[in-house]
């Protein structure tokens, strides 16, 4: 596949930097990825995009610890892409070349996930060498902005701001009685969904996308596979890994106070939150509702 006009001039100029030949273009979402080919070898080309608006350096720093990681992970046995080149800054963009893996997205049941991510919750030790990814998001930190009211108010449609300040009065009345530390602390992938883990033959051939990646509770990591929507993914992890009274606290909490920081992001620089955040912060499940009903005694 032939990249978008806008995009062929920096992504011939890195190919031939790095010695390759563009093949097709494999998406992405963190990232912009393309097959190509080098020495007789399949590789993939990566384009960071700057989500979260870092700067050249700070970007570089994340993305030396997502190597550091991937190298990590692949001493421990997990199939991760390995870097081939140093980072190349190309085009007011970082891109490297990692190593290609095989395999193909594969339908997993709620079981199947649920043991897969609980796996990867293991990896306390690995998380206490690395130590979090620079400059990630503290979702968190909304609970404790004096000015996040203030911000949210900006918000240009009515019901849509009512919905912020909504989340945001029952987001801090929840925290209160909830002990962070009661959830450990591990490597969190942040996007381990079935669009990032390849199969061939039931075995688990590729991970996927670590631009996410930090270390953060257990229950972070739930959360992110859960997303208000794969209830049945979330109950069978609590049958795999069984989830402590905090962390059922936590779980709903954590949600709604990342949507609310990326709607945060997106006012403070200007800009109107997207269609996805707002939205997302309306969102309800059986699950969901319970735990409201348990946290705040009310419907969501």
């Not at 990566?46 to 608006?53: A, F, G, K, N, T």
């Not at 007011?92 to 991510?117: D, I, V, Y």
Request: with cysteine; hydrophobic share 40%; aromatic share 8%.
């Amino acid at each position: 596949m032939i990249p978008p006009a806008s995009d062929v001039p920096a992504v011939m100029d890195v190919t031939r930097e790095f010695q390759v030949s563009l093949e097709r273009e494999l998406g992405g979402r963190s990232s912009t990825n393309w097959l190509v080919s080098g020495k007789n070898d399949a590789l993939v080309l990566r384009r960071y995009l700057d989500v979260l608006e870092l700067g050249p350096t700070m970007q570089r720093e994340a993305i030396d610890w997502q190597a550091q990681t991937r190298a990590r992970l692949h001493r421990a046995g997990w199939p991760v892409a390995a870097p081939i080149e140093e980072p190349l800054r190309s085009g007011g963009a970082w891109w490297t070349l990692e190593e290609w893996l095989p395999g193909t997205s594969a339908q997993m049941s709620p079981t199947q996930h649920a043991h897969l991510f609980a796996r990867w919750g293991n990896l306390v030790d690995l998380a206490e060498e690395l130590g979090p990814q620079p400059h990630r998001l503290d979702h968190l930190n909304v609970l404790v902005d004096d000015d996040a009211a203030q911000s949210f108010a900006e918000c240009a449609d009515e019901q849509d701001r009512g919905w912020l300040l909504r989340r945001l009065d029952q987001v801090r009345a929840g925290a209160q009685d909830v002990d962070w530390d009661a959830s450990p602390r591990t490597l969190v992938h942040g996007d381990l969904a079935g669009h990032n883990l390849l199969w061939s033959g039931g075995r688990l051939t590729g991970v996927l996308d670590l631009e996410l990646a930090t270390v953060d509770r257990r229950i972070t990591e739930a959360m992110l596979v859960w997303r208000c929507r794969h209830d049945d993914v979330l109950l069978a992890y609590d049958k795999v890994a069984k989830l402590n009274d905090q962390e059922w606290r936590m779980v709903l909490i954590d949600w709604w106070a990342l949507m609310l920081s990326l709607c945060l992001f997106h006012l403070r620089r200007g800009r109107q939150p997207g269609r996805w955040e707002l939205d997302a912060l309306r969102r309800t499940s059986p699950l969901s509702e319970k735990l409201s009903r348990d946290l705040f005694n009310v419907r969501p």
